[in-house]
């Protein structure tokens, strides 16, 4: 990698960055009308650079140098070796590094043919997605303030909080949030929070989250919304009154794991054991796995009153594990 790769894809972002934005207030379009239909302000979407790619295939890539826009992913080649631009009537959420510096895109399609839904840039030498958080850059002097990160899924449920004053809040740009983000955030604030879609999808990945942290030995909380509901939307209806109720759903994530498995157990019950012996295994292995010795034994044995016969903590990693020894290093 040669820093002047570096150096062009930088400068292939911004100037897409650049090109979006000027499309967006260039006329009435439809991912201005998708703002307005979603309650965004004007003044949310300068200050967040929200841009329009507009319904061509050549707006990139037949006015700028070609080899300096496919390196950085914002044009790209088809099969008979002919360029294009890779995002068409979409909305346009710029990605920056932590240095406030422009390194990709995530794109949101404006109409129902459109897919897929959401389309990121490519990985490249200066995005990197299991590092890059969207919107970290502006939010790091209120993430330090506060002492504490929400980390949440979309771009709109960032600029949803942003609108109604609350800053320290960040996405995990369409992908995964893992053990590699939460790094990044600690050297922040000690304190994260998750908060994802309020529906099965999102409930999942709060479980995967939770555990590759809790692998890495990192500790979160989960907040919980309402079921359909996802962040944006439930702001929009409460604005800060939903929030702060909101506020009132903390849980330590192996507290939530403990929660979940119970609501999770009870519906399988009484007739489906298979499912009950599924969810009681996925749950002690996450509980095993918490990074804190003392505060592992509080949960098992949390987790022992859900099951019959109420075992404390020794027995119910001899249930699950065949004792006390296969306890994790």
């Known amino acids: 990698m040669q820093y002047d790769d570096v150096a062009a ?5 911004y100037v897409a960055s650049i090109e979006f934005a000027s499309n967006l207030w260039a006329s009435d379009n439809e991912a201005l009308r998708y703002l307005k239909s ?13 841009g329009y790619a507009i319904d061509g295939w050549r707006s990139l890539s037949d006015h700028y140098l070609k080899k300096l826009m496919e390196p950085a992913g914002v044009v790209t080649k088809g099969k008979q070796g ?7 009537s979409r909305l346009m959420f710029p990605i920056h590094d932590e240095d406030g510096r422009v390194v990709g895109f995530g794109a949101r399609g404006l109409t129902a043919a459109t897919k897929p839904k959401y389309l990121n840039s490519p990985s490249s030498d200066i995005y990197d997605k299991s590092s890059i958080l969207y919107n970290l850059h502006r939010a790091a002097p209120a993430i330090r303030e506060a002492g504490r990160v929400y980390v949440v899924e979309g771009y709109m449920d960032v600029i949803r909080l942003w609108q109604i004053g609350v800053e320290n809040v960040v996405g995990a740009c369409g992908t995964a949030f893992t053990k590699n983000h939460a790094r990044v955030l600690l050297t922040y604030a000690p304190q994260i929070d998750i908060l994802f879609d309020g529906d099965a999808a999102g409930a999942e990945a709060v479980l995967r989250s939770g555990a590759d942290l809790a692998l890495a030995g990192i500790k979160c909380n989960v907040l919980t919304l309402p079921d359909g509901d996802d962040p944006d939307s439930y702001i929009a209806e409460g604005a800060l009154p939903a929030w702060r109720e909101l506020q009132q759903t903390r849980l330590p994530f192996m507290r939530h794991v403990l929660k979940a498995a119970a609501a999770l157990a009870a519906a399988a019950a009484p007739c489906n054991v298979a499912d009950m012996a599924r969810i009681y295994r996925e749950t002690y292995a996450l509980l095993e796995s918490h990074p804190d010795d003392v505060e592992r034994v509080v949960y098992l044995t949390e987790f022992g009153k859900m099951l019959p016969g109420f075992p404390d903590h020794l027995e119910v990693r001899q249930r699950f594990a065949g004792g006390p020894s296969a306890r994790r290093s």
């Open 9 to 13: 894809q930088r400068l292939a972002n």
């Open 82 to 88: 002919n360029t294009y631009d890779r995002f068409r």
């Open 38 to 50: 979603r309650g965004v302000t004007a003044t949310m979407a300068t200050a967040f650079g929200l």
